[in-house]
């Protein structure tokens, strides 16, 4: 069974300064790995995503993600963070012939000024 | 292009009341999912429809959760009777296919509080 692994319930950062939140799973072959973001009272959207070839993958606003395939993690980046993305950080895993996702429990990003 | 739309965005009952979430996916996506989210949690897949049969709703509790995927379009989701720990909010999402990797598109969600 697929399983994902967000260790940082909040993490706090200054505007301004870059961000990393970690994401570790569990999948017995390739898997698909997805970040989402979603903001108070929202639906989920879709910051990047990773299917095979180049293991550092562009997402939307700015944010990036690199897949290791021998630390099994996955994990979000920015190099500069902006007020508007203090929201909530979901790392999710899919598996190959089937759309099913396993989400983390999420990471809550705070923005300090 | 219109997105995931969801009624209605709030609700509030007793338990043991019945309840109904309406889902209308984006036009043309096949594949469409009910997750449930409780605070402090990830969304959790309840069940999955392509066009108008069921793919997966192994995560279902069938005993007073319920959903139906008419004509391969809208959705509705029932939980009869309801209880306290459904408390949560329940996420419609939709994709194009079901081969793997596909983005799902979600809508805003339905808020629902079990008094």
């Known amino acids: 069974a697929q399983s994902v692994t967000q260790p940082d319930i909040h993490i706090t950062v200054s505007e301004g300064a870059s961000l990393e939140l970690r994401c570790n799973y569990s999948y017995g072959a390739t898997p698909y790995l997805f970040w989402y973001v979603q903001s108070p009272g929202q639906g989920l959207q879709l910051l990047l995503k990773y299917f095979s070839g180049d293991t550092l993958v562009q997402g939307i606003k700015g944010f990036e993600a690199e897949f290791k395939r021998s630390q099994s993690s996955f994990n979000l980046r920015k190099p500069s963070v902006h007020w508007s993305d203090a929201a909530e950080y979901f790392c999710a895993v899919g598996a190959f012939g089937n759309e099913k996702l396993t989400f983390g429990t999420g990471t809550r990003l705070t923005i300090i000024p | 292009e219109a997105g995931v739309a969801q009624s209605p965005r709030y609700k509030i009952i007793e338990k043991r009341q019945s309840v109904a979430f309406w889902c209308n996916p984006i036009?043309?996506?096949?594949?469409l999912y009910w997750y449930q989210q409780i605070l402090g949690q990830g969304p959790k897949l309840l069940i999955q429809?392509?066009?108008?049969?069921?793919?997966?709703d192994s995560q279902l509790p069938k005993d007073r959760f319920s959903a139906e995927r008419l004509k391969g379009v809208d959705s509705t989701l029932k939980i009869q009777p309801a209880k306290l720990e459904d408390s949560a909010v329940y996420l419609c999402?939709?994709?194009?296919?079901?081969?793997?990797?596909?983005?799902?598109?979600f809508g805003p969600g339905t808020r629902l509080l079990v008094l």
């Open positions: 036009s043309g996506h096949a594949t």
């Open positions: 429809f392509q066009n108008n049969g069921v793919v997966d």
């Open positions: 999402a939709s994709s194009s296919r079901t081969t793997g990797g596909e983005t799902q598109y």
